[in-house]
Structure formats: structure tokens, C-alpha cells
């Protein structure tokens, strides 16, 4: 199974550039479509509601203090991304 690293990288790789609070918000969404459709979780950590949106602590503390963020950043736990990454739909990204 993925991870909201991995999962991250994956959205910058297809998006680009982004502020922490997209970056946040999308693997939010993702993972909710992902629930949606598929009944099961694109990924295993979870998300805490904060005063401005859905945040993963795991993926805060690591961009933390940056404004915006980039695949270079963000740490993958595995080299390579896993086939259940490829799980993420455009849809999302599309969307929001």
C-alpha cells in the first residue's frame, strides 16, 4: 500500500509546484475518492480536521514552515512508486 509520501509526490509530479494547504487538501481528496470508489484506502495515515482543512500530521510536519512545496521535498518511503499509487485518479486534481 502507498503512503501520503508517496501518494504527494505523485500529485506534485502531476501538478507541479504547490502550496502546502493544496498539497494537504489534495491527498485529502484523493484519499477520499479513493474510499469512495474503490472501498479501500489509497493510503494508512490519517487525517485530523484543523481550523483550516483537513491536514495529515505525517505530511505537516514534514513541509512544515514551508509555504509552498515541490517533489524534491516531499520523502518517499520507497524508491519507487508503488502500482497502487497509479490508484490516484486525474479526477481529483482535475476538480479541485
Do not use: H
Amino acid at each position: 500500500m502507498a503512503n501520503v509520501f508517496d501518494t504527494a509526490k505523485y500529485i506534485l509530479e502531476q501538478s507541479g509546484t504547490m502550496s502546502t494547504m493544496k498539497l494537504q487538501k489534495l491527498c485529502y481528496y484523493s484519499q477520499a475518492w479513493s474510499l469512495v470508489w474503490d472501498d479501500s484506502p489509497l493510503f494508512n495515515e490519517d487525517f485530523q480536521a484543523w481550523t483550516n482543512g483537513p491536514v495529515c500530521s505525517e505530511l505537516f510536519f514534514k513541509t512544515q514552515g514551508k509555504y509552498s512545496v515541490s517533489t524534491r521535498q516531499v520523502r518517499v518511503m520507497k524508491r519507487v512508486v508503488k502500482k497502487t499509487c497509479l490508484k490516484i485518479k486525474k479526477t481529483p486534481l482535475i476538480e479541485y
